[in-house]
Nanobody, 118 residues
Framework: QEQLVESGGGLVQAGGALRIVCVVS????????MGWYRQAPGKQRELVAS???????TYGDSVKGRFTISRDSAKRTVALQMTNLKPEDTGVYYC????????????WGQGTLVTVSS
């Protein structure tokens, strides 16, 4: 069974940048869709960005133009480059992986905390 491990979270000032990475412990090719979700204190989990195995990307409205998601299957990683960070970007960021054509599977990472100070 594959596992997802996130890293790169931390404290950054508003306007700064941060890159977080998700590493798949097993076969990344089985997942059709991978992405990042976040949950701020007192709020529901929301989609930040996702990317399919063919490279199609989707972004949440609040991060469009500021965040970029990428997938490197050979290295078994999915990264999220965050720029022009705002205090409202603060939250725990979770890596997510889904398979839905040849199988039905969803895996979540443990999360990494991103804190943006004003």
């Amino acid at each position: 069974q594959e596992q997802l491990v996130e890293s790169g979270g931390g404290l950054v000032q508003a306007g700064g940048a941060l890159r977080i990475v998700c590493v798949v412990s097993g076969n990344i090719y089985r997942f059709n869709d991978m992405g990042w979700y976040r949950q701020a204190p007192g709020k529901q989990r929301e989609l930040v960005a996702s990317i399919t195995s063919s490279g199609f990307t989707t972004y949440g409205d609040s991060v469009k133009g500021r965040f970029t998601i990428s997938r490197d299957s050979a290295k078994r990683t999915v990264a999220l480059q965050m720029t022009n960070l705002k205090p409202e970007d603060t939250g725990v960021y979770y890596c997510n992986a889904r398979a839905y054509f040849s199988e039905n599977l969803e895996v979540w990472g443990q999360g990494t905390l991103v804190t943006v100070s004003s």
